[in-house]
């Protein structure tokens, strides 16, 4: 098994390094690239969700 790192970026998304299976809610497979980095949106404005489009940049997102 591979290792996985997640680490959230300040006021940004989350990064996801290593080989992980991403799915929608009903269960279903969301492509990834493979030996690339997987980054997840946290600010909810992406256009391309579950994944990180910038959004968060422009609209000035600040985590707590």
Do not use: W, Y
């Amino acid at each position: 098994m591979s290792q996985v790192t997640i680490r959230v970026i300040r006021n940004g998304p989350c990064r996801i390094d290593g080989e992980i299976e991403l799915q929608n809610d009903a269960g279903d497979a969301i492509a990834t690239r493979p030996g690339k980095a997987t980054f997840l949106c946290r600010c909810g404005g992406s256009a391309n969700k579950p994944f990180c489009d910038g959004t968060h940049k422009r609209i000035g997102f600040e985590a707590d």
